[in-house]
Every structure is written in structure tokens, then in C-alpha cells.
């Protein structure tokens, strides 16, 4: 899958997902810090890619609708460890196929996965 990850993803949770073999276009990584969040959207748009974020923003669908990106995935895993947000996001990432993902607001919390399903 090719994946922007936003520059508040942790940089584990980045590294797994290049390990899995995703294409995976880092905002920190590519030197493109203090983007805006819309910025970051029409660059997802522009490149077909799902965004990877911890900014809860993401899931106002209205705003930043899933279906004109690759889809939208927003890690709500706050107030721990880098660890312990890690091991999370793999336990429940590795549960979800790249069809819930593709044109869908995916949020991954502690207590597991919602899917918000874009209406073909």
C-alpha cells in the first residue's frame, strides 16, 4: 500500500510499516514538517495514499473525506509509551485488510478497530 505518514506518527509505528512492505512516504522523513493538515490531505489525493495519523482531525469526514484519498487511517492511542502505542497499533493493524482500509476512515483505538465504510 502506499502510505503518508503524518509527522506526528510515531517513528516505530513508520518503521513497522516499511518493514511490511508498504511504500511509505514519511512527512518527517521527506523534510515537509508544519505541513497543514489540508496540505497533507491533497498530497494523499494527489498520490493515491492512505494517511497514517495520530491527529484525530483526520476523522471529520466532511473535511477529509476517505474516498478521494487511498483512505484514512487515525491512530487514537494517546498518553503511553512509544512501546506501548506500537504494540497496540500492530496488534490491531495486522487484524485489518487493505480492503477496510481502501477509500474508509479506519480509527484504531486501545480497545480495537472501527470502520467508517465509504458508501459506494
Keep these: 500500500m502506499r502510505i503518508c505518514a503524518d509527522e506526528n506518527l510515531f517513528e516505530p509505528i ?14 518527517r522523513g521527506a523534510g515537509l514538517s508544519g505541513m497543514s493538515d489540508d496540505d497533507i490531505y491533497q498530497l494523499a489525493c494527489k498520490e493515491k495514499r492512505i494517511i497514517v495519523t495520530m491527529d484525530k482531525d483526520f476523522s471529520r469526514m466532511f473535511r477529509y473525506p476517505p474516498e ?5 487511517v487515525v491512530v ?7 512501546d506501548v502505542t506500537l504494540s ?10 487493505e480492503k ?9 483505538t486501545p480497545e480495537g478497530v472501527r ?4 458508501k459506494r
Design 14 to 27: 513508520i518503521d513497522y510499516l516499511k518493514i511490511l512492505g508498504h511504500d511509505v512516504l514519511s512527512i
Design 68 to 72: 478521494k484519498c487511498g483512505g484514512i
Design 100 to 108: 477496510d482500509i481502501y477509500k474508509n476512515l479506519v480509527i484504531i
Design 88 to 97: 497496540i497499533f500492530k496488534k490491531f493493524y495486522e487484524s485489518i485488510q
Design 115 to 118: 470502520i467508517r465504510k465509504y
Design 76 to 82: 487514537k492511542i494517546y498518553k503511553r509509551t512509544v
